[in-house]
């Protein structure tokens, strides 16, 4: 890792208004949370919180990944990554550099978004926000290496952003779809069944993290903050050699 190049992201981060933008964004979903939450008979504040926690994690989700496809394919595109590899960096160090510098934001914002639930109700403060908080960073991480190597694989940066948010939808989604294998509605032991199972092991669980359940009634269940930091650990590692051994190979 070249500490340099991580500076190099985060300061095109700045210089593209990246965080004043994420910044200006959350502070209008929250407002507009706030104003929707309002229009509740019951239990504002609690719909407030559910409204400003969700809204809040698709928008930081949105514009990390928009941000890194853009960024990485206009280094392609401008010869920035044939200027650094001209330089005494390895492949290895761009990719681990460009994964490090994207973490990095990704934990901004996670922390960005994680002050604005808390400050809509900071009297429902409880152990679940911070459960919440941490899933969302990891979910943060992971995607961005995600998007990562698919801007690295994909030359379209239109192709790699729908690829990318489908994968998200697809990892969102993923419970629901195992929910119905193991259900009477289809045949289990099916080739689609199987194959979706395959699938599933490779594919992070974003539908276990992120629960706005736990901001309202606490942690329940059996995830617990080991089990996504393993995730953000093993997923994030997984798609940077990925995207390494085809970086490694590429010829310029």
Avoid: C
Avoid at 43 to 71: H, N, P, Y
Avoid at 145 to 172: C, D, E, H, Q, W
Avoid at 189 to 209: C, E, F, H, K, N
Wanted: glycine share 6%.
């Amino acid at each position: 890792m070249s500490l340099p190049l991580v500076k190099y992201v985060l300061m095109a981060a700045f210089r593209d208004r990246l965080i004043l933008s994420m910044l200006v964004i959350i502070l209008l979903g929250s407002l507009l949370s706030i104003f929707l939450g309002s229009a509740a008979i019951i239990e504002k504040d609690q719909f407030t919180l559910v409204f400003t926690a969700a809204g809040l994690r698709i928008i930081s989700v949105l514009g990390l990944v928009l941000f890194v496809i853009f960024f990485v394919r206009r280094s392609f595109e401008a010869r920035d990554i044939e200027f650094l590899l001209s330089r005494p960096i390895s492949r290895l160090n761009i990719i681990f550099s460009y994964g490090t510098a994207f973490s990095l934001l990704a934990i901004l914002m996670g922390l960005a978004v994680g002050v604005a639930v808390y400050s809509v109700a900071p009297h429902l403060l409880g152990a679940g926000h911070a459960l919440w908080i941490l899933s969302i960073i990891v979910e943060n991480i992971i995607m961005v290496n995600i998007a990562l190597f698919f801007s690295m694989y994909i030359s379209s940066s239109a192709a790699a952003s729908l690829i990318t948010l489908g994968f998200y939808v697809l990892a969102r989604m993923m419970g629901q779809l195992l929910g119905i294998i193991d259900s009477d509605l289809v045949n289990s032991s099916g080739i689609y069944s199987a194959a979706l199972q395959i699938v599933s092991v490779i594919t992070p669980r974003l539908d276990l993290m992120g629960q706005t359940s736990w901001l309202i009634y606490g942690v329940s269940g059996d995830i617990t903050a080991w089990h996504i930091l393993a995730q953000g650990f093993v997923f994030p590692a997984l798609v940077l050699l990925a995207a390494s051994f085809d970086f490694t190979r590429r010829q310029f």
